[in-house]
């Protein structure tokens, strides 16, 4: 299971890198390095989507890893092919759905002016400056945005303490050294 949960990490940056290494590229090879605003919000939509999806993705990893240590021989049983999906699959929903609040928000903005940030990567502060709207009750929106992405670290945080715990009352030496390997 775990190598089922670092493919779809390792499909995540492959993604994520490609949100932004076109635009890069392009601005190498041109030496344009503005980007339109809605060449922005999209970029900033997929990185984001994908940022969140990190997130969530670690924590099912984390879980994963609990269930392995904490709970070896209910492992198989509470771990199968389709809580797998369910967590991979959960994991990529909430992290389209987080970063769709932000596109909201700043879709809602009106720009005025040339349109064009001088950056070949979309952040969300210089477009949120670019606007000529009043942006307060926008940026609110934008912070609470901030705040569903961290929700998945206490999850991580406490499954490595059930974790530590658990390998700290193994009596052997060999028994701590091969659960400590399986979280590396």
């Known amino acids: 299971p775990m190598y089922f949960f670092l493919g779809n ?5 492959i993604c994520y890198t490609s949100t932004f290494l076109p635009r890069l590229l392009s601005s190498l090879l041109t030496g344009d390095r503005t980007i339109s605003v809605s060449g922005c919000i999209t970029q ?13 993705l670690l924590a099912a990893m984390s879980y994963d890893r609990y269930l392995a240590i904490c709970k070896p021989l209910h ?3 509470l771990m199968n092919n389709r809580f797998r999906l369910q967590l991979a699959a959960g994991s990529w929903l909430n992290g389209c759905l987080a970063s ?11 720009f ?5 940030i001088d950056h070949f990567y979309c952040d969300p502060i210089p477009l949120i400056e670019l606007s000529c709207s009043d942006t307060h009750e926008h940026v609110g929106g934008f912070h609470n945005n901030l705040r569903i992405h961290p929700a998945s670290i206490p999850a991580n945080l406490m499954s490595y303490v059930f974790i530590l715990v658990s390998i700290l009352r193994i009596l052997s030496t060999t028994g ?3 659960a400590f390997s399986t979280c590396c």
């Open 176 to 178: 701590r050294e091969k």
């Open 100 to 110: 769709t609040v932000l596109i909201l928000f700043i879709s809602q903005l009106t």
């Open 112 to 116: 005025c002016g040339p349109n064009e």
């Open 75 to 77: 492992y198989s049983t």
């Open 9 to 13: 990490l390792s499909y995540l940056e």
């Open 44 to 56: 900033l939509y997929f990185s984001g989507s994908l940022a969140a999806t990190e997130c969530y």
